[in-house]
């Protein structure tokens, strides 16, 4: 080991330097803290030895200003001392002093000290390779997960902006990447279809199996039992639901969703859905100014052998809005209440912004609602879709 | 994860001691509950009064607790209030577990049950 030995005693110095020397370790000298801490900047020593009493800077401060360095490698701090008593000890302890050599210096003492100035820094050595090794791994999980979410993002739809809606949503994942998702497509002129979906739990396996069901339910053409037209269109979400319930218990042990699936008939105004555990839709009706809770429920996917589901019917006029989202936003405090976003709280947010665009609500959210701080560290996923008819 | 279980006349209760249960704790939840089952345990009363919020994993869990007893014994879950019992009708599960509001009606209706 490169140790370096500081002490103002001239007879000292060469004693301790002839043992260490024996013992196969290179040694400097130094005659106080002043010129000990000059060599302990320039050189690399794994352990000091150092008299307590001494002009210019005791072996306290320069331990305290070593401690206070952070070098990149741990030194090790043998404190030679004349002085008992408790105090002094624990002093010493607090500067940062590892281990006490007693004066006049023993050779087989010495030897034994350094014995275990050897374990501890070989211990230090390891802990800080596996520090390392643990950084880099974390550095590229990270990188990795970050470049999933925003493949995660890009896949989901655009905002539309036609002749018939306008769409607008918010997502932001749990960890990273999210199990929600969601997306709408028009299988002909005459209908949107849309669902969004909640994956239980959160993280990588909820998120592949949110992207495999994001990408795939729209093709699979089986879970809506035909050809879509106007009279099978009525019940559709019903048999999409009791399909898909089929699909993930068969396929699937350890997760199940909860989802809002329908189908807007764009010639007759009219949108039919199925409500499968997912929170409250709401509906806004613009011709009465006026913001209603659905109260609708329904059975989980793939949680219950042959559950039910039941097709819901809405009537809309240009200008109302159908909201849905996931229950993750329950789980967040307001930024303008700080209280949960959740039952009647959500609802009253909701309504104070229930006549804007949905761009701008979705902007009012993100900007007024939402607590940066809370974002970087949700519990679970938020995902809210908005719909305009016109 | 905090169980805490007593005996008496045949029936286990099972008390939640844990204000939420999440992803976090859910799935040694379903590890304990399956075990009690195991132990022939078949006339069981959970009490989550203390659960002040549930997510979508723990109800996953419940429901698997539930598969697990099948048909050998009977599960009642007794105490959700608020936001629980929001989540429980929201997704019908009201339908699929047997729901007591307090600790005196499971058990009486565990008693009705017997005779």
């Excluded at chain 1, 105090?87 to 030897?111: C, H, R, T, W, Y």
């Excluded at chain 1, 350890?254 to 929170?279: C, E, R, S, W």
């Excluded at chain 1, 967040?332 to 959740?342: C, G, W």
């Excluded at chain 2, 994860?1 to 006349?9: D, G």
Aim: glycine letters at 6%.
């Amino acid at each position: 080991m490169n140790i370096l030995v500081v002490d103002d005693s001239t007879e000292i110095r060469l004693i301790i330097k002839h043992y260490l020397t024996k013992f196969d370790h290179n040694v400097d000298l130094a005659v106080d803290g002043g010129e000990a801490w000059e060599k302990i900047t320039k050189n690399e020593y794994q352990v000091i030895i150092s008299d307590w009493k001494m002009p210019i800077m005791n072996g306290l401060e320069l331990c305290k200003k070593v401690r206070k360095a952070k070098f990149k490698n741990y030194i090790y701090f043998i404190l030679l001392t004349g002085m008992s008593g408790k105090q002094n000890i624990l002093d010493s302890i607090k500067a940062g002093v590892d281990d006490f050599a007693s004066k006049p210096i023993d050779s087989d003492e010495l030897k034994i000290r350094l014995m275990s100035a050897q374990r501890v820094l070989n211990l230090e050595d390891i802990l800080e390779k596996k520090n390392i090794a643990l950084a880099k791994i974390n550095d590229q999980l990270s990188t990795d997960l970050r470049n999933a979410t925003n493949t995660q993002i890009s896949l989901l739809p655009s905002n539309l902006n036609t002749n018939k809606f306008n769409t607008a949503w918010y997502y932001k994942p749990a960890v990273f990447v999210g199990g929600d998702t969601f997306n709408y497509f028009s299988p002909s002129p005459e209908f949107l279809v849309f669902y969004k979906i909640d994956i239980s739990g959160h993280g990588i396996s909820a998120a592949m199996l949110s992207m495999s069901l994001q990408s795939t339910l729209g093709l699979k053409r089986a879970l809506y039992g035909g050809p879509i037209t106007r009279e099978s269109s009525y019940d559709l979400p019903r048999v999409f639901a009791e399909n898909l319930n089929k699909m993930i218990l068969e396929n699937t042990a350890d997760h199940y969703l909860t989802m809002i699936f329908g189908i807007v008939d764009i010639k007759l105004n009219q949108m039919h859905y199925v409500q499968a555990g997912h929170p409250h839709p709401m509906s806004y009706n613009k011709e009465k100014d006026q913001l209603t809770e659905i109260d609708v429920d329904g059975f989980p996917i793939g949680l219950i052998e042959n559950a039910e589901y039941e097709t819901k019917h809405i009537d809309y006029s240009p200008g109302d809005k159908f909201i849905v989202y996931s229950d993750g936003i329950n789980e967040v405090d307001s930024a303008l209440t700080n209280k949960k976003l959740e039952s009647n709280t959500l609802y009253e947010h909701f309504n104070a912004i229930r006549d804007l665009s949905p761009t701008k609500m979705i902007d009012k959210i993100e900007n007024t609602w939402l607590i940066k701080d809370q974002l970087e560290n949700l519990p679970d996923d938020i995902s809210i879709l908005i719909f305009e008819f016109k | 994860m905090q169980l805490s279980i007593t005996e008496n006349e045949n029936i286990t209760v099972v008390t939640v001691n844990e204000s939420r249960l999440d992803a976090s704790i859910a799935p040694e939840f379903k590890k304990q509950m399956e075990e009690i089952i195991n132990n022939d345990k078949d006339k069981i009363i959970l009490d989550i009064t203390e659960i002040g919020f549930m997510d979508s994993s723990s109800l996953g869990a419940l429901v698997g607790v539930l598969k697990a007893m099948g048909n050998n014994g009977k599960l009642i879950v007794c105490g959700a209030s608020g936001v629980v019992l929001e989540l429980f009708k929201l997704t019908r599960m009201d339908r699929i577990f047997t729901l007591s509001e307090d600790m005196a009606s499971a058990k009486q209706a565990f008693i009705a049950d017997a005779k």
